[in-house]
Structure formats: C-alpha cells, structure tokens
C-alpha cells in the first residue's frame, strides 16, 4: 500500500505486512512516520522515541 509522507509528500510504499504503529522512515527526507492506520494508509511524524536525542 501507498501512503504520503506527512512531511514531504512523498509516496511511501509500505509493505502489506505493515502494522499499526510501525515506524518506517521516509525515503525522502529521512523523517520517522508512525503507522497510525493502514486502511487507507496513513502516516504521522513519529515521537521521538527518547528525550533530547540529539540535533
Ligand atoms: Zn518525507
């Protein structure tokens, strides 16, 4: 299944096997998106996992 990156638009292909609340990282510009519905596909930026990780 397809979905869009939330940040950039881009067209995620997104195995049919995708769970919700997967995290997957888009191609484009490297952004975390969580899984938040798979009929229709639709990602979210995800949380940053741990506190002040880093940038
Ligand atoms: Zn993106």
Redesign the pocket.
């Known amino acids: 299944m397809i979905a869009a990156?939330p940040?950039?638009e881009?067209k995620i292909d997104l195995p049919d096997t995708t769970r919700l609340s997967e995290v997957v990282e888009?191609s484009?510009?490297r952004?975390e998106l969580e899984v938040v519905s798979t009929d229709p596909a639709l990602l979210v930026i995800a949380p940053e996992a741990e506190e002040d990780w880093g940038e």
């Open positions: 990156c940040e950039c881009n888009c484009d510009c952004s």
